[in-house]
Structures are given as C-alpha cells and as structure tokens.
C-alpha cells in the first residue's frame, strides 16, 4: 500500500484535501460498508448539519448491491464496490481493495457495518487510523449475534462499542460506549433499534473527536484530552 511516509498511528489531517475547516484541512475519511449503511448516513446527516466537519472522500464497498453505496452516491460522494464474490481470490480481493484505499488516501478509515475481517497488513498500515463500531459492550460478545446470545445470556445490559482496528476481530481499544438497559419484553429487534439509535449518536461523535485531536492513539492506547482512556467513555441511554 503507498500511504506516503504517514506513520500508523499518527493522524495527520488532509495531506491532499481541497476543503478546509477554520482551523486547518478536513480529515480526510473513507467509511467502509457491507449493507444498508445506516451507520454511514447518520456520518453523512451530521457533515450536512454542520456538526461534523470532515471530508468523505469515499465509501467502499465488498457487495455491489450494499445499499451503503447508494447512500453514497445520493450524497454525491464516490462510491466505490470491490466485488468479494469475483475476485479469483481472497488475495486478489485484498489487493484490489488496498489499492482503493491507498488511491483515496484518506487520513481515517471508518469501518461502518463492513463485515469481512481485513488482512492484519491493511490493518497495520492504518494502525491509529482505522475505527469500528461493533454492537456489543466490548470486551463482551465479540463476533457475530451479539444481540441473540446477550439476550440467550439474560444480561441486564446491551450496547454498542467504538474502538480502534487492530488484528485481534473486536479487540482493539475501546473510545466509547453506548448501553442500553435490556427490558423483559426485548427481543433483538427491539434491542437492535435502541441500539442502533446509540449508534447514530456515538460514531459521528467519535469522529468528530479524531477531527478536533481530542482522540489520539499512541503506543497502542487511547488518549482523550492528553489523558489516558483505560476503559472507554460510556453513554447510557436515557
Ligand atoms: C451496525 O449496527 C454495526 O454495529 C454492525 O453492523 C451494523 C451495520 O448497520 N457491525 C458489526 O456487526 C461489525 N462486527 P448499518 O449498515 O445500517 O450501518
């Protein structure tokens, strides 16, 4: 991958944007999607209202059909589909997709309900500069079903996770949290709708702290105001 001479971890804003905030370039983001990108549009609603000012310079895609592109497109941002399913190969489908992102060169890549595990070596090369966000209280629940075996669990609590990528599936450093109270009557529809609505709330958010520098990620840990987050933030659904 050309990523320049940046170094994982450091995020440097806008080495090639054209838009410009008043304190300097916008970072330069890539969301990355496999379905309906809900996650990708409340990114998209919070740069339309001007609470989130950053460049999306593209959203990536391993399904074709993913709704997510069409958001994209409907925004007049690129989209872009890696087809998993014609690729000759895993390698191959790797290849095509890092060469994507180094084309877009963005400073931050958000990972949005993309549901394929990366290579450890595209993961590295946007060590500090690759977020997710995973539906469940990290470190509880990793994978896949979270909602079904938390409610199967009888857990009193539920939520979403913002954290940092690293090679380990759902374990990197943790930014914020969003729980919810699970009720007696939820099922994981339910439970996935208030869920989400923390979703909407917290990625902007987390993003947002990245563009101001307020989130940084140094010697593999989380530092927020220059403090070290040991655990991440928690919201609670009220
Ligand atoms: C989100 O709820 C996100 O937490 C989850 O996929 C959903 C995507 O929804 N991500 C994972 O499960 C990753 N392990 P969206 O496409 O509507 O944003």
Not at 59 to 87: C, M, N, T, Y
Request: hydrophobic letters at 40%; glycine letters at 8%; a neutral charge.
């Amino acid at each position: 991958m050309t990523q320049g001479a940046r170094p994982s971890g450091a995020i440097t804003k806008g080495a090639m944007t054209k838009g410009t905030t008043n304190k300097g370039p916008k970072l330069r983001v890539a969301v990355l999607v496999s379905g309906s990108g809900t996650n990708l549009q409340a990114i998209i609603n919070a740069i339309d209202n001007g609470t989130l000012p950053i460049e999306l310079v593209g959203v990536v895609s391993d399904r074709p059909e993913a709704f997510g592109l069409q958001r994209a497109r409907d925004a007049g941002i690129e989209a872009i589909a890696v087809d998993f399913r014609a690729a000759a190969s895993r390698a191959e489908y790797n290849r095509r997709l890092d060469d994507e992102l180094a084309r877009l060169n963005p400073d931050l890549i958000v990972l949005a309900g993309y549901m394929r595990i990366l290579p450890a070596k595209t993961v590295n090369d946007f060590r500090g500069r690759m977020l997710n966000i995973h539906p469940s209280l990290l470190p509880a629940y990793p994978g896949l079903d979270t909602y079904a075996r938390a409610l199967a669990a009888g857990e009193q609590w539920h939520g979403t996770t913002v954290h940092f990528v690293t090679p380990e599936l759902d374990a990197g450093p943790g930014i914020l949290q969003y729980r919810v109270k699970i009720l007696a009557d939820d099922t994981e529809q339910t439970l996935r709708d208030r869920v989400q609505k923390g979703e909407y709330l917290i990625y902007p958010q987390v993003i947002n702290w990245i563009a101001e520098g307020r989130v940084k990620f140094e010697n593999d840990c989380v530092m927020l105001d220059g403090q070290h987050l040991k655990n991440p933030s928690v919201i609670t659904e009220s």
